[in-house]
């Protein structure tokens, strides 16, 4: 037994000393289901894949944690290992919730993973895949057994709540590089020079829920890096998957859950191989077991929670004579835009100049959490933890629906794939409008001060 395992051993047996006589009053549930498609299946996250799914490195899950507050404000966070869903799939997922558990979208988190190795949901970014029928259908129809999958595990959580001790800490890890800034194939050299360039969130913030009796029932764990580690035909939870199963190896009978950062511009390099992706996620495993065994924030009193859907404008939007033009290129994924984007015209109309964009936020204790929707770069976590207090903010994105990258004004300005040339692979008519920052941090503004005013 390393002396690392032990120190974890005594401060998990120590909370268990705590938490026998100081009882919270918040309660927890948890459950996961394996979603693996056990078909072949076009893959997420690369336009460059031309043919289904060849086997698993190994399963993605869906896992849900139910939180209730010792007033019986109840809230959800579920982790899929998924490059993205849509506001299709969200919407009916949170509908339900809504019908089954009386849940407000404000109490609702689905987050997903990001890893590039798993399947397609629904419609998001469609207009990537050379897809036929055939497989059309499986994305059909897998799809609503995973709505299905992820509805049942958040009710099975539901009836395992009981009694839980709720804190937070944060800690660091260091994989994620500026892809913007540092070439892939340079990187070793750059990072062997000090020389790595652009911003960069190393945070890894850790929410771990015990029981009464002071045993580890599910850790949270988030980083702020792309799940792109690996490119090939397997379906795999990429690095975060790697570090939850690491954690659940150390941690025998507790939920290990990933919740993606703000890492839209960060790529873990090197990568390519499974092996890289394996190490870190050892990593990040290890980086969150540092934080277990350090002191934690406890969580007590009530929770809150905030939501809305601002009108992200997008920049001027082509008209439909150019549209058609597009749909005439030889660039397939130029047509295959246009194409989709002319039947929206002829079903409703016009193309709309807004977007509902999400935006939620939580408040466990002294901690508050952000929640965005989409791909957001390294600039907002940054941007909010400068100014909001960076030791008690933690910001997560890729949650509730992932419709676009979302660039600051910085990267919207120098352009590039994140600044602009991705609205093609999401299939939106035209880049966000030069006020997509402003708007959104004036929209998280809003959230964070309902919190305070809710107290």
Known sequence: MTSAF???????????????????????????????????????????????????????????????????????????????????????????????????????????????????????LITMYKIDDEQQARITAYTKH????????????????????VAWGTGRTDFAVNRRTNKEPEVPALRAALSLKGPVDHDVPVLRV????????????????????????????????????????THPGAQAMFVAGCGADQNPLPRRTVEI??????????????????????????????YEEIPLKLAAIPSREEIAKDAESKD?????????LLKKIDANGSLSQTYPYPVQAWKLGDLTWIFLGGEVVVDYSLRFKTNLGGSHVWVSAYCNDVMAYIPSVRVLTEGGYEGGGAMMYYGLPAPWDASVEEDIVAAVGRRIKELAESK
């Open 332 to 340: 397939f994924f130029r047509a295959n835009r246009a194409r989709m």
């Open 210 to 249: 015990n029981t009464a009796a002071g045993k580890l029932k599910a850790v949270v764990a988030g980083y702020a890096c792309h799940c792109t580690v690996l490119s090939g035909y397997e379906f795999c939870g990429d690095y975060a998957g790697f570090a939850q199963i690491a954690l659940e190896k």
């Open 6 to 124: 032990l120190l974890l051993s005594l401060a998990l047996c120590s909370g268990a000393d705590d938490a026998a006589t100081h009882h919270s009053g918040w309660k927890a549930g948890v459950a996961r289901t394996v979603i693996t498609p056990e078909q072949p299946m076009w893959m997420a996250g690369y336009g460059s894949r031309n043919k289904p799914s060849s086997g698993k490195i190994h399963d993605l899950w869906a896992k849900a944690l139910v939180l209730k507050d010792p007033a019986g404000n109840a809230a959800v966070l579920v982790t899929i290992d998924v490059c993205g869903i849509g506001a299709d799939v969200s919407n009916e997922i949170r509908d339900a919730l809504k019908a089954r558990h009386k849940l407000g979208r404000d109490r609702i988190v689905l987050a997903c993973s990001h890893t590039h190795s798993g399947p397609v949901i629904g419609s998001n």
């Open 277 to 306: 992706a394996d190490k870190y996620g050892h990593q990040l495993a290890e980086a969150v077991d540092d934080v277990l065994v350090d002191s934690l924030h406890a969580v007590g009193g009530h929770s809150g929670a905030s």
């Open 146 to 165: 995973f709505i299905e999958m992820v509805l049942a595990t958040i009710d099975k959580a539901f009836t395992k709540l009981e009694p839980a001790e």
